[in-house]
């Protein structure tokens, strides 16, 4: 039975495929999106790939009585793609863009220039404290492989991050949006294990919607299905996560995903599905505890501790698969920028000829010589770009692979301190020397 204090809450999540001028029927996908929102009236709606600030402000208008706060997350080139509009008001906002997020030269994926990035609002829930966040990572292109694998878990590190760092003060914190991961993938695993952040799908007690949760479906006809190989039916990648507090308990009555075309329209709102979770916020009545509860409590931090242990072990040799390869980029670069120097050194050396040796001719015809050299400018420029680029994504992966060890370390220190699994009504003692340490991932 529902608490009297309840607070209800309806999240809406989507991403949007908002590209102008390449997404399908653009316009046509943002006026349903916009009368549904209407419609709708939810509490909370977190939009990615809304790359036009225009798109933006068109929904921002139609959404002005219904959602009177929003915001606008610009982050790189052509944005972060990120909004978010609210019933309540939005008190603060902050927005931190990834250290890493693909390669500038795959123009064709694009994610570099979006900017990708983890948007914070925070606001009040009648007397309650929320720091809300929308994300979207990097893309996976293709599973068997991933050569962003590094970039995204990296991002799935610094996502929770944020989000355990940001969200101390908080009493509810909610996280919606694409984050390009399967459910049990290594960055998913990481973000849940660290924050706490609990699954809508998961913790639901009533789902309507796609088969499995899944939100990028076959029968959507904006997607390709050679896109899906290996999973013919689909796959879940968009998420709304939530976490409550010490003093408050929130609970997913129900979640729902749209499921592909609109009734009374020929297509969907984007290729990705819709998803909305209502939740439910009660005040926490804490229960006494006795030396039973303690000592399974102690036992569950153990648990969840060797845990993570092995989540960031096998992160960090992710992030280290990712070093080599960026090395072995750079190297490339750099041996790629020596011939393109050297044979700029020939060519000078040839074209002194003529005044080393008077009376001789140049053997070779002059737009041969500017083009060969606007070739050897052209190599090392672009070689210097590379050797810029790679040595930036090698200090991120080594800043990323030097927390990751550092994190390891400080968990194996508190494993240190727990006392081996005994029966639990007998009497558990430190070992010699050390404290009795308490274990909080999400502290």
């Known amino acids: 039975m529902a608490n009297t204090d309840s607070v209800r809450v309806r999240v809406f999540s989507l991403n949007c495929w908002g590209i102008r001028y390449l997404s399908k029927h653009c316009p046509q996908r943002y006026a349903m999106i916009g009368d549904m929102l209407c419609k709708e009236e939810y509490d909370l709606v977190l939009l990615q790939e809304v790359w036009s600030e225009k798109d933006y402000l068109s929904l921002k208008k139609k959404l002005c009585c219904i959602h009177p706060h929003s915001h606008y997350f610009k982050s790189g080139v052509i944005g972060s793609g990120l909004a978010i509009f609210s019933k309540h008001r939005i008190h603060d906002t902050f927005l931190y863009r990834y250290s890493l997020n693909g390669y500038p030269y795959m123009a064709h994926h694009g994610d570099w220039f979006g900017g990708k990035a983890v948007g914070m609002a925070v606001l009040n829930i009648g007397k309650l404290t929320a720091n809300v966040y929308v994300t979207h990572l990097h893309a996976e292109y293709c599973r068997d492989k991933d050569s962003y694998l590094p970039h995204r878990v990296v991002q ?101 995903t749209t499921k592909g075309s609109v009734p009374g329209h020929p297509f969907p709102y984007s290729d990705h599905e819709a998803l909305t979770s209502e939740l439910r916020l009660d005040p926490h009545t804490p229960a006494e505890t006795g030396s039973d509860g303690q000592s399974k409590d102690q ?112 968990l194996q220190e508190k494993l240190r301190g727990f006392p081996l699994a005994q029966p639990h009504n007998a009497q558990r003692k430190p070992p010699e020397g050390d404290e009795p340490t308490a274990f909080d991932p999400e502290e």
């Open 299 to 410: 036992d569950c931090a153990a648990g969840k501790g060797a845990e993570l242990v092995d989540i960031l072990t096998e992160a960090r040799t992710e992030v280290k698969v990712g070093l080599h390869c960026a090395e072995r980029m750079r190297y490339t670069a750099t041996r790629t920028g020596v011939m393109g120097l050297a044979l700029l050194i020939l060519e000078l050396a040839i074209a002194a000829v003529p005044w080393l040796a008077l009376g001789a001719e140049q053997p070779f015809p002059r737009t041969s010589f500017y083009l060969l050299a606007a070739l050897c400018f052209a190599i090392l420029l672009t070689t210097f770009l590379l050797y810029i680029f790679y040595t930036m994504e090698l200090k991120s992966l080594q800043g990323a692979e030097d927390q990751m060890r550092l994190a390891i370390g400080s």
């Open 156 to 256: 799935a590190w610094e996502l929770q991050q944020f989000v355990r760092h940001t969200s101390a003060g908080a009493d509810v914190v909610i996280l919606g949006g694409d984050l390009n991961m399967h459910p049990q993938d290594l960055g998913n695993r990481l973000l849940r294990a660290y924050t706490g952040l609990r699954d809508s799908y998961v913790e639901t007690a009533k789902f309507d919607g796609c088969e499995d949760g899944i939100t990028l479906i076959a029968d959507n006809p904006f997607i390709s299905k050679k896109e899906l190989v290996p999973f013919e039916n689909g796959i879940r990648i968009d998420y709304i996560l939530f976490k409550g507090s010490s003093k408050l308990d929130i609970h997913c009555d129900s979640m729902s």
